[in-house]
C-alpha cells in the first residue's frame, strides 16, 4: 500500500467518527490498493507464463552467482510460480473480503488485518521483483574454466545484459552450448559475425592463419587446422574460393585463452538465437571490479 494512501488511512480510522462517508472513503482506498495487487501480481504470472523456457535457462545460468544461491534460484523455478499464483489469489480473496465486509466490519480490525497482508505482499513483491529484474534484464553468472585467461579467470562473476542485446565486434557473450555438443553455458568472445569476411591462408607451420574482413595485420588465430576449418565452416558450406561470409544470424566465436578453448574451432558457428547475452561487468573479485580490456592468449609470434 502506498505510504499516502496509508496514512490517510490511518489518520481516518484514529480520528474516525461514525458517519458513511468518512467510513466509504476508507473501504474505497483499501479496495483500491487491493486491485493494484491483483493487476500487478496478474502481470507476473503472465509474464512468468510466456517466458517458461528463457525462466528455466536463466535459473540454471545463475546457480552458483556471488549472491544466489541455489534455494534462491533453484534449477525449477516451479517455486516462483507459486508464489505468484498464492500471491495473485490471496490479493483477490483479500479483495472478496473487503467487499463483501464493507459495511459490517470494524475500521480498525480492517486497519490490522490489511497492515499483515500489506506487509507480506510487499516483502514477496520485492523478491519476485528482484526475481524478475535479474531474469530479464542483468543477470549474474560465475565463469567456469580458464578459456577466457587472462581477461577472465574462473570463479570470476559477471554480469551479463540481455534485453534487446544486438550483436557487436568483440563482444564477451554467454550462450548455451548444449545443441553444439557442449556441456553448459560457455562464455567466449565473437571474432566474426553476420556478413563479415572470414579468409584462411596456409602459413609456414602448413596451418591456417583466420582473419576478418581482410585484416591482415591483425590475424584472429594462427594455428587452425583442416578440420577445425571445417567446423567453422559448417563442412565448408560457406567456405568458397579460399574465404566465407559469416551467413545471416551466425557468429564465430573464440576463447580469450586459444591453448585451452572449447569455441567454434570446435562447436562451428553459434546461432544468434542460443545467446544469453553480453558480459557487461565484473563484480567479483571485489579488487577486480570493472570491465578488463582484452588479454589474448595465442599462438601467434
Avoid at 480498525?108 to 521483483?129: E, H, M
Avoid at 594455428?223 to 563442412?235: A, D, H
Avoid at 559469416?246 to 573464440?254: T, W
Avoid at 553459434?270 to 570493472?290: A, E, L, T
Wanted: hydrophobic content about 40%.
Amino acid at each position: 500500500m502506498k505510504k499516502i494512501t496509508k496514512r490517510k488511512i490511518e489518520e481516518n480510522i484514529l480520528g474516525y467518527k461514525d458517519d458513511e462517508t468518512s467510513k466509504e472513503e476508507i473501504f474505497k482506498s483499501v479496495k483500491m490498493s487491493s486491485i493494484w495487487h491483483i493487476l500487478l501480481f496478474g502481470i507476473f504470472l503472465i509474464v512468468s507464463l510466456l517466458n517458461i523456457n528463457k525462466l528455466e535457462k536463466l535459473t540454471d545460468l545463475t546457480q552458483t552467482a556471488f549472491f544466489s544461491s541455489k534455494l534462491l534460484f533453484s534449477k525449477n523455478s516451479f517455486i516462483i510460480f507459486l508464489i505468484i499464483l498464492i500471491l495473485f489469489f490471496t490479493s483477490v480473496l483479500a479483495y472478496i473480503y473487503i467487499v463483501k465486509k464493507n459495511k459490517n466490519i470494524k475500521l480498525k480490525r480492517l486497519y490490522k488485518n490489511y497492515n499483515i497482508y500489506d506487509f507480506v505482499s510487499f516483502a514477496a513483491t520485492s523478491f519476485v521483483g528482484l526475481y524478475f529484474v535479474i531474469l530479464f534484464l542483468i543477470t549474474p553468472c560465475t565463469i567456469e574454466g580458464s578459456s577466457m585467461e587472462a581477461t577472465y579467470s574462473s570463479n570470476d562473476r559477471v554480469f551479463v545484459w540481455h534485453l534487446n542485446y544486438k550483436i557487436k565486434d568483440n563482444d564477451v557473450i554467454v550462450f548455451d552450448a548444449k545443441d553444439y555438443g557442449g556441456n553448459g553455458y560457455y562464455i567466449k568472445r565473437i571474432v566474426a559475425k553476420e556478413n563479415d569476411i572470414v579468409t584462411f591462408e596456409l602459413n609456414e607451420k602448413f596451418l591456417y592463419t583466420m582473419y576478418v574482413n581482410h585484416d591482415y595485420e591483425n590475424p584472429v588465430e594462427s594455428n587452425i587446422s583442416t578440420y577445425q576449418i571445417k567446423k567453422i565452416t559448417n563442412n565448408n558450406e560457406y567456405y568458397i574460393n579460399g574465404e566465407m561470409i559469416v551467413p545471416k544470424n551466425k557468429v564465430i566465436v573464440l576463447g580469450d585463452n586459444r591453448f585451452d578453448s572449447a569455441d567454434s574451432r570446435i562447436l562451428g558457428m553459434i546461432d544468434k538465437s542460443d545467446i544469453v547475452g553480453v558480459v557487461i561487468f565484473r563484480f567479483y573479485p571485489f579488487n577486480k571490479m570493472g570491465n578488463p580490456t582484452s588479454n589474448i592468449i595465442d599462438h601467434i609470434d
